[in-house]
């Protein structure tokens, strides 16, 4: 299924005079024809820094040698082929996952408009692995975790997709009534070490069991592709290493490759099971 990103940005036009607007990488370099960065605005006429604000001053308004200011707006945006200036979105809401630039506000958008939940906050966490995934705290939700998965997968690229969901009651908010992002919950991980299981589990219990230790995630859909929800090529090593650990000499890497699914892995083993009297 193809599926595209229909992403709405303000057109902010081009520079005045006396005034250049750059865009810069997280290293402060340009950034190549077409590509985007954080708008940087530098001329003589900026303003030293925020009034009685040294501390959100810092790193944003600097000064030149040569009696020029910049100011960086914590914006992202592109510069078209005419040299207009596309706005992109706020830093603060960008992330990398699986080496994806993601604006975690655009997703919230998504599910906001999925109608399952009245309210949402998207941000990036580190899972047990130290990588970053997106997790999605939903307000009042209005169905079923899969449900929600399954509509964000007509609209959104899977790297997009939130590997946690996490049903919450209200989402918190600070004395002037903005989302206060630092009293959300801290998310759940499972803190397994290995897959030690009684020998009356079932395949499918081991599967899942292993994948929520690696995917870090407690809900675990029984039809979702592995690389769709978090999965990439280091984890699914880790998979195969837990998985292994039941089926020794019998399970291949390329096996959990092949057969990307709970379902299909469950079915694998349990083929693997018969085989050997496991």
């Known amino acids: 299924m193809s599926q595209k990103r229909n992403i709405n940005r303000a057109r902010l036009g081009a520079t005045v005079s006396e005034t250049d607007i750059r865009l810069l990488d997280e290293a402060g370099q340009p950034v190549p024809e077409g590509e985007v960065g954080e708008i940087v605005v530098r001329s003589r006429y900026i303003s030293s820094g925020y009034w009685r604000g040294e501390e959100l001053s810092a790193g944003k308004f600097i000064e030149h040698e040569d009696g020029m200011r910049s100011f960086h707006t914590g914006d992202l945006g592109r510069r078209t082929p005419d ?15 699986r080496g994806n630039r993601v604006d975690t506000m655009e997703v919230e958008q998504a599910i906001l408009k999925s109608g399952l939940v009245s309210d949402v906050v998207v941000t990036p966490v580190e899972d047990q692995n130290r990588q970053t995934v997106l997790a999605a705290y939903l307000q009042e939700l209005g169905g079923s975790i899969s449900g929600m998965r399954d509509a964000l997968s007509e609209k959104l690229p899977s790297y997009m997709i939130p590997a946690l969901m996490i049903p919450i009651d209200r989402i918190p908010l600070t004395s002037n009534g903005k989302k206060d992002r630092k009293r959300l919950p801290k998310p759940d991980f499972l803190a397994l070490t290995d897959v030690n299981v009684p020998a009356t589990q079932s395949c499918s219990s081991i599967v899942k069991t292993a994948w929520s230790q690696v995917l870090g995630v407690a809900d675990v859909p029984e039809d979702r592709n592995f690389f769709d929800i978090g999965g990439d090529s280091l984890k699914i090593v880790e998979l195969y290493r837990l998985l292994s650990n039941s089926w020794p000499d019998k399970l291949k890497l390329t096996d959990l490759f092949q057969h990307a699914t709970v379902a299909r892995q469950s079915s694998l083993l349990s083929l693997l099971a018969a085989k050997t009297g496991h």
Do not use: L
Not at 83 to 97: L, M, N
């Open 83 to 97: 040299g207009d200036f596309i706005h992109a979105g706020r830093k603060d809401f960008q992330v990398k996952i």
